[in-house]
């Protein structure tokens, strides 16, 4: 080990694996984690194939007749599929006028038109459908792989806000200390004071209604668990003696914030990133259903539940199944890619 | 001791502060003119500035915020905006049916997800225990509504064993008839992730020196945990149901919804979907105070429990 | 001797580690040894030897993953307790064989009061009612010599020092009259004077109670003050074992003589240390010539500090603040080219007098001179041309490396910062011949900090120091996290540093052995204050303070032909 090693072997100038690849083998190495990634990564595809118009453009056309069964139970008799004919649905009688207190009345013009529109283009309906149709007659299919898209959209880009605040706001906080961590901690328990759900509410009642807005409310309501992580993880390492070296060599603050802490407490942040999408698809998915998420005329899981939620009853179980199903998959999926994710960068690996 | 808690009352004093601004720029500043929203398609200009001065938005904006504070400390919000029932009166009388759905849900799941979570930790690495976790994660990823939409159907409409939905003047009549099966959802969502949690946490302390200890002691494994593990997880499960607590007040919004239960929860969607900005305002404050309240109890309480923490 | 009967007898000891689906790793191989009653045996070895976990195979206190092959037998009398059911296991530990470990804060139950914690034994093991056992307890605590037994019954074991906390766990374990008591390094987590207390402690309960005693240890000094047998384990694998007198007198294997001869002893100065190496290839150490040491009067100052003052504030009460003093009116002055010893317990300011100096702590009030100029009085940006002049050495070689970094940039960093060399070329360069000087391959460049042991470590830290060829270095017990014989060689490298390149080094330790031998000069601090500063050598034949002598007297002095005779 002394100084006779040097100059015998000749360099090998490849870098050894670092921290990041040595996590990234231990994931391949983990089956339930590889299985969970690729449920996870399928649909993401979905979702950008979605997104481009590649599946599921026509989600919005009424291709069946109403409830129409799904095709593996072609034969089942399906009878509110005449009923609502017999109805006539065209009716545009609205049954009670809320239109003072209704903040949408100025848009139910716009939307008349654009129903119209869609009702021009009417083609002969069909008896069964891949996986059901809903009371208009909208392919079940279509819109969960729709919904998705708009669902995990949501939860991703709501994460990801979330993690960037919490994440700076954190940092910030944890390595200076002192008057700037007095003041984010004050912010911090102004908005953990609030019961969280409270506080999506609160902020829902005051935006209006939109995927934009949706994304906004719950990425300001949200960043306070990952600031106070990443809080403590610098606060940890600033004690830590590397961070004192780098000081002791000179390096600024930046550097010592973002260069030499931050990868340190990358993996907290990726684990709480991806825990984060998570809790926003179920957040989305029931602001949603409660009227307070997507807008009327877009899709998602939660809106489907709320359709689904009388669909039930009359024992039209397939949309309530798609949306619930197509959730718990994605959301196992990424919870279980999360504990994979957390055992492999564990950084107590040294 | 009450040099303690008359500092952190005097800490809260900052925060309660940053709320009311928090919610007065949510309300008064982002919510846009609330007589735009009231006064709906009618737009009369007339109309506007004749709801504008009732409400008190055409004054400066020092002037709204010196209204806010006052209505704070005089309990006095006004009227609803949409049923022009007494704030003070709505809150008051919704509070009663979401503890009586809360209060269970609380106790019963904490409990069980104890007893569970130091079972499941004492089988650690077993085929029981990996078995349990998956049912676990899968069990948290359906979502809520789900469970909701299906329980209320299978018990309510095909089994008939509760009733779908409904509330009655009787709270003992609430408590057996009305509130069990929303309880029961409840608790059998809420059950998964503390159970994660909560063996985490036992794992966590298996793996301390002193359990080592008191195996070398020879005490026998079931004593080390219902022991000496227990009773040191038993104060990070503190601080959980510490957390949740507040929550209780605003129960579940979604059960509420569901099964018709005239709480605070399903108050709140009311009235954020008629923009009903009064109520909105009172609840939040008023939670907001009632955490914070709440997070000292449960920081003195922490003295029963962990010797270390000290008052000074 | 002859006629002794032993307790205990390992036969065949293995165990391996299962790490995961594919690797597992042995940690004992093959060990076998007896324990006597009435006995005293030292299992000593580095880390990684196995010495713990052959220690906790006895009791079956091992973690999950670890297996023991059929083959493998630990019989105490007839018994084989590898074979034991569980029932039996636990009817033996803390009645027969009782042990204590490492970290007493850790090791007592947190949330109980001590007096339970000793009073569990008794109820479990002796059938004592609550009552009895409550005041048997306080009996035990007056035994291992707690003050006002009655009172610290109902402490908790956060309220203790280290020092009562490891009493508290000597008289848990010593309840029931265990036949063999098993310490696992039971004072390396302690200071010197409390070291000695407990190792006093357990010699005296030892003779009282007629136990056994199995004590495991890295540290040869202690081994020598209390053993009646020693056990040298390196790998897993017992090298020698023997007497005492035998090991410490006619060591047979090499590995012994190293660790014998590796350690700093504080009568002797060898030019340069002995190392592992040079015993196991056969010779004997290199160069036992004398190293004059000392600073005189003449010596140029390089840096001088002037009425240093440290003082933290905790808050406390409504409003209140409480000042702590952490260093209290320091001066002192390092020589150039010479090494200042700062030696003192925990708690004693030295660590914080470091920091200070180095500006990674604001001082309340003081000068520190470094070529005249007062550091602390500088701006920033003033303040970074002297940053590469002074630089430290922390002592946990896994926490100040950058995990994240390669060795590479760990090197070329401070050089870019600084703008030392012309461009990336030069400074990688830079950084091969300097990994080359610390004795490291080059192809360390590329490796990343969790690749390298502990000493290897320390040598990258002293190579990211000499990037900014710096005059002053601080050595914050930088060795005390190292095996003995790793110790030896990084003390010879930053000897070797000093002679080649004249750097001035402020060497801080708790160990007064290390000290002695690298400094010229030692200045002793307690509770922040400075208690004396001397020249090394006449320090240590002269201590002009009681503080001084005390901790002089708590070093453990190894085998003393003189115990033999008594």
Redesign the interface.
């Known amino acids: 080990m002394s100084a006779v090693l040097p100059n015998n072997a000749p360099p090998a100038m490849q870098e050894s694996p670092g921290l990041w690849t040595l996590a990234w083998r231990r994931l391949l190495n983990d089956r339930v984690g590889m299985v969970c990634l690729a449920i996870v990564a399928t649909y993401l595809a979905m979702m950008l194939a979605s997104y481009a118009g590649i599946v599921a453009r026509d989600w919005n056309k009424e291709k069946g007749v109403s409830y129409a069964n799904p095709s593996f139970m072609a034969g089942a008799e399906n009878l509110e599929a005449r009923e609502v004919t017999n109805k006539d649905f065209g009716s545009k009688a609205k049954p009670v006028d809320l239109s003072d207190i209704d903040p949408l009345a100025p848009r139910y013009k716009e939307w008349e038109e654009r129903a119209a529109k869609i009702a021009v283009t009417e083609v002969k309906r069909a008896e069964t459908l891949p996986f059901g149709g809903d009371k208009w007659g909208r392919d079940v299919l279509e819109k969960a792989i729709k919904g998705s898209e708009v669902s995990i959209f949501v939860g991703l880009t709501a994460a990801l806000f979330a993690t960037l605040i919490g994440t700076v706001l954190g940092a910030m906080a944890g390595y200076w200390g002192g008057r700037v961590n007095d003041f984010l901690e004050w912010f911090y328990n102004i908005f953990t004071s609030i019961p969280y759900i409270l506080l999506i509410l609160a902020f829902a009642a005051v935006f209006k209604r939109g995927l934009d807005t949706i994304i906004v409310i719950l990425a300001l309501t949200g960043w306070t668990g990952i600031y106070r992580l990443v809080r403590a993880e610098y606060i940890k390492h600033c004690g830590r003696e590397y961070v004192k070296a780098a000081q002791a060599i000179g390096a600024s603050h930046l550097s010592r914030m973002f260069v030499h802490i931050l990868p340190n407490a990358s993996h907290v942040i990726l684990v709480q990133l991806s825990q984060h999408v998570v809790s926003f698809i179920k957040a989305e998915v029931i602001l949603s259903f409660l009227g307070l998420g997507v807008p009327v005329d877009m899709v998602s899981w939660g809106t489907m539940l709320a359709e689904a939620q009388n669909e039930l009853v009359i024992g039209k179980w397939w949309q309530l199944f798609a949306a619930g199903a197509s959730m718990a998959i994605l959301v196992t999926a990424f919870s279980m890619l999360t504990d994979s994710l957390r055992d492999a960068l564990d950084p107590k690996l040294k | 001791m009450t040099a303690y808690v008359i500092r952190r009352m005097w800490q809260m004093i900052p925060t309660l502060a940053g709320v009311i601004l928090l919610i007065f720029f949510l309300f008064n500043w982002v919510g846009g003119d609330p007589a735009q929203v009231l006064a709906g398609k009618i737009s009369n200009p007339e109309q506007i500035a004749n709801i504008r001065k009732q409400l008190g938005v055409d004054q400066p904006y020092w002037y709204q915020l010196w209204v806010f504070v006052q209505q704070v400390f005089t309990f006095d919000f006004g009227r609803s905006w949409s049923t022009n029932e007494e704030v003070s009166r709505i809150l008051l009388t919704r509070v009663g049916p979401t503890l009586t759905i809360m209060v269970p849900v609380l106790l019963i799941e904490t409990v069980l997800a104890v007893v569970f979570a130091i079972m499941v930790a004492y089988v650690r690495g077993s085929l029981t225990d990996r078995t349990i976790m998956v049912i676990c994660t899968t069990a948290m990823s359906i979502s809520f509504l789900v469970y909701i939409i299906f329980g209320q159907w299978l018990f309510g409409f095909i089994l008939g064993w509760f009733p779908v939905q409904g509330w009655s003047e009787s709270y003992w009549r609430n408590l057996t008839t009305y509130a069990p099966l929303p309880i029961m959802l409840a608790i059998f969502v809420g059950l998964a992730p503390q159970l994660r949690l909560y063996r985490s946490f036992f794992l966590e302390e298996i793996n301390q020196d002193y359990v080592r200890t008191a195996r070398a002691k020879g005490l026998p494994e079931k004593k080390v945990m219902m022991k000496h593990v227990l009773r040191n997880a038993l104060i990070p499960i503190l601080t959980n149901v510490g957390i949740y607590l507040p929550s209780v007040f605003v129960g579940s919004f979604l059960l509420e919804v569901f099964f018709s239960i005239p709480g605070l929860g399903r108050e709140i969607v009311t009235a954020v979907n008629r923009s009903d900005f009064p109520v909105i305002k009172a609840v939040t404050v008023y939670l907001a105070m009632l955490t914070m309240i709440v997070n000292l109890l449960v920081d003195v309480m922490y003295k029963l429990v962990d010797p270390r923490v000290s008052f000074k | 001797m002859a006629t002794e009967q032993n307790l205990l007898q390992v036969r065949d000891l293995r165990v391996t580690f299962r790490i995961d689906r594919h690797t597992s790793f042995e940690a004992v191989k093959g060990v076998s040894f007896d324990i006597p009653t009435h006995r005293t045996v030292a299992l000593v070895g580095e880390s990684g030897s196995g010495k713990s976990v052959t220690a906790m195979s006895i009791?079956g206190?091992l973690p999950?993953n670890a297996t023991i092959p059929a083959a493998s037998r630990i019989l105490y009398g007839s018994e084989d307790l590898l074979k034991a059911t569980?029932?039996r296991?636990?009817?033996?530990?803390?009645?027969d064989i009782?042990?204590i470990?490492q970290?007493p804060m850790?090791?007592?139950?947190?949330?109980?009061p001590v007096g339970e914690q000793i009073g569990?034994?008794l109820r479990?093991?002796m059938g004592m009612s609550p009552k009895a056992a409550a005041a048997r307890a306080v009996e035990l605590l007056s035994e291992v010599g707690i003050p006002d037994p009655q009172l610290r019954v109902r402490s908790?074991p956060?309220e203790m020092s280290g020092g009562q906390q490891q009493r508290v766990?000597i008289a848990?374990a010593i309840a029931c009259e265990p036949k063999l008591l098993i310490a696992d390094e039971p004072t390396t987590a302690l200071d010197v004077t409390i070291q000695k207390q407990i190792l006093e402690l357990v010699a005296r309960l030892q003779e009282r109670h007629h136990m056994s005693v199995l004590f495991i240890t890295h540290d040869l000094g202690v081994v020598g003050e209390i053993a009646d047998r020693v056990v040298v384990m390196q790998n897993g694998e017992i090298q020698e074992q023997g007497a005492v007198k035998d090991i410490f007198e006619r060591p047979q294997h090499p590995y012994t003589k190293a660790l014998l001869e590796c350690r700093p002893r504080l009568d002797r100065r060898p030019m340069r240390l002995p190392?592992i190496?040079d015993f196991m290839k056969g010779g004997g150490a290199a160069n036992y010539d004398e190293r004059p040491r000392g600073v005189k009067e003449s010596d140029a100052v390089i840096l001088e500090a002037r009425a240093l003052n440290k003082t933290f504030f905790l808050?406390?009460?409504?409003?209140g603040k409480r000042a702590v003093t952490a260093v209290k009116d320091v001066n002192f002055r390092l020589a150039k080219g010479k090494t200042l010893g700062l030696v003192g317990e925990s708690g004693s300011g030295k660590t914080t007098v470091g920091?200070t100096l180095?500006r990674?702590h604001d001082a309340t009030s003081g000068e520190v001179l470094f070529e005249g100029k007062n550091l602390l009085s500088l701006s920033d940006r003033e303040m970074?041309a002297y940053?590469?002049r002074i630089?430290?050495i922390?002592?946990?070689p896994?926490?100040?490396?950058?995990?994240?970094f390669?060795v590479g940039n760990i090197l070329t960093?401070?050089m870019k910062?600084?703008g030392i060399g012309r461009d990336q070329k030069e400074r990688v360069d830079m950084a091969?011949q300097l990994?080359?000087r610390v004795?490291?391959?080059?192809?360390s460049?590329?490796?990343?900090p969790?690749?390298f042991s502990g000493?290897?470590r320390q040598r990258i830290?002293i190579a990211?120091c000499l990037t900014?060829k710096p005059d002053v270095l601080i050595c914050d017990e930088s060795v005390s996290a190292l095996d003995v014989s790793v110790q030896a060689?990084v003390l010879n490298l930053l000897q070797d540093l000093q002679d080649e390149y004249g750097l001035s080094y402020i060497f801080i330790s708790h160990d007064l052995a290390v000290v002695k031998y690298i400094s010229d000069e030692i200045m002793v601090m307690n509770q922040g204050e400075i208690v004396e500063i001397a020249n090394a050598d006449e320090i240590y034949l002269n201590p002009g303070q009681e503080y001084t002598r005390k901790l002089l007297a708590s070093i453990p002095k190894g085998w003393d032909a003189t115990r033999a005779a008594a």
């Not at chain 3, 808050?315 to 409003?319: H, S, V």
């Not at chain 3, 896994?398 to 994240?404: F, I």
């Open positions: 009791l206190l999950e569980p029932e296991l636990q009817a033996i530990r803390g009645k009782s042990v470990f970290e850790t090791s007592l139950n947190p949330v109980f569990e034994v479990l093991h908790f956060h766990m848990m190392v190496d808050k406390e009460g409504l409003f920091l180095m990674l970074m940053r590469r630089q430290i922390f002592q946990n896994y926490a100040s490396l950058n995990p994240r390669t960093e401070p910062i600084h091969f990994l080359a004795g490291l391959p080059e192809s460049f590329y490796k990343y969790h690749e000493g290897q830290a990211r900014m060689q």
